[in-house]
C-alpha cells in the first residue's frame, strides 16, 4: 500500500498546514509566527519589546510576541528582568 492511499496518511498538500490561509514563517523550526505574505506584511512592532516590523496581523491577532522576547521567556529570563 502506498501512503497516499492510506487514509491515516494522506493525501496531504501544502494546504493542510495553513492556519487562516498563512503559512508559518519557519516551518518545522521552533517559531510559532505566521509567514509574511503581501496580505499578511509583518509591518508591526513587538508589544514586549516594541521593535518594529516583528509581527504580521495574523501574529498580533494571535497575540504573540516577536522570537527573541519568546524565547528569553521559555527560558527564564523575561524581557526588561535583568
Known amino acids: 500500500m502506498f501512503y ?3 487514509p491515516y496518511y494522506g493525501p496531504y498538500s501544502d494546504d ?3 492556519i487562516d490561509g ?3 514563517a519557519n516551518p518545522g523550526g ?3 509566527l505566521r509567514a509574511a505574505t503581501i496580505s499578511n506584511p509583518r509591518n508591526l512592532p513587538c ?3 516594541e521593535m518594529p516590523n516583528r509581527l504580521t ?3 498580533r491577532a494571535a497575540g504573540y510576541q516577536c522570537d527573541p522576547c519568546a ?3 521559555e527560558s527564564g529570563f523575561p524581557y ?3
Do not use: I, Q
Request: glycine content about 4%; aromatic content about 12%.
Open 4 to 6: 497516499d492511499d492510506d
Open 16 to 18: 493542510d498546514y495553513l
Open 22 to 24: 498563512v503559512g508559518f
Open 30 to 32: 521552533t517559531s510559532a
Open 47 to 49: 508589544p514586549t519589546c
Open 57 to 59: 496581523p495574523a501574529d
Open 71 to 73: 524565547n528569553r521567556l
Open 80 to 82: 526588561k528582568e535583568w
